[in-house]
Every structure is written in C-alpha cells, then in structure tokens.
Nanobody, 123 residues
Framework: QVQLVESGGGLVQAGGSLRLSCAASGRTFSTYSMGWFRQAPGKEREFVSAISRGASITAYADSVKGRFTISRDNAKNTAYLQMNSLKPEDTAVYYC????????????????WGQGTQVTVSS
C-alpha cells in the first residue's frame, strides 16, 4: 500500500511557475513509476507527465512539453512536477499517481492516487 500526498498548488499569474510535490509513504517508492494527471472543472482527467522508477524515462503530454519537468528523489520518497510558463488553461486539480507498471499515460495503469492539489492560473 502506498499513500500519496500532493502539495505545492496555489494561485499564480500567467507566465509564472509552481513546483508540485508528491510525498509517498512506505519504503517501496522506488518500485513505482509515478505519474501526474490533472482535471479541470467539467473535463475528464488527463495525463500530464510520468517518470520511470529510476528516472531514466519521462513522458509528457504535448500541451505541457517544454514547460513542465517531472523528476523524483527516491531517497526522499518524493516526486516533483516543475511547472513553468503557466497558462490559464493549466488551471486544474493536479493528482499524482503510482504504478507498478510502466510510466504510461493511461490512468487505469496506476494503482494509487493522491487527493489532489489545486492549481489556478490567472490571466
């Protein structure tokens, strides 16, 4: 069992930056691929980014490529999402998720989810 807690969300102006953190409980964090997803009001949850167990593989949605960077620190049991050049359309609740499988975009591949953190980007 893995418990995930996101933090770092907030209100930021367009063009600004935020760094989200996802703290995981337990001593098996390094066995999980990690993903970030987001859900805006009235929309389906969508893939943002994912990273493999050893951080050698990363993946990004086209909408965030070049602006967001995913990383992880297995010694700290924490995954991060650095978000730069934020746009109003990035406004959503951001969730981190853990998968025993590959770092893919499909939400069904993920076994554990955090409670989410709100990111609001004003224009």
């Amino acid at each position: 069992q893995v418990q995930l807690v996101e933090s770092g969300g907030g209100l930021v102006q367009a063009g600004g930056s935020l760094r989200l953190s996802c703290a995981a409980s337990g001593r098996t964090f390094s066995t999980y691929s990690m993903g970030w997803f987001r859900q805006a009001p009235g929309k389906e949850r969508e893939f943002v980014s994912a990273i493999s167990r050893g951080a050698s593989i990363t993946a990004y949605a086209d909408s965030v490529k070049g602006r967001f960077t995913i990383s992880r620190d297995n010694a700290k049991n924490t995954a991060y999402l650095q978000m730069n050049s934020l746009k109003p359309e990035d406004t959503a609740v951001y969730y981190c998720a853990a998968s025993l499988g590959a770092p893919v975009a499909a939400p069904d591949n993920y076994d554990y989810w955090g409670q989410g953190t709100q990111v609001t980007v004003s224009s």
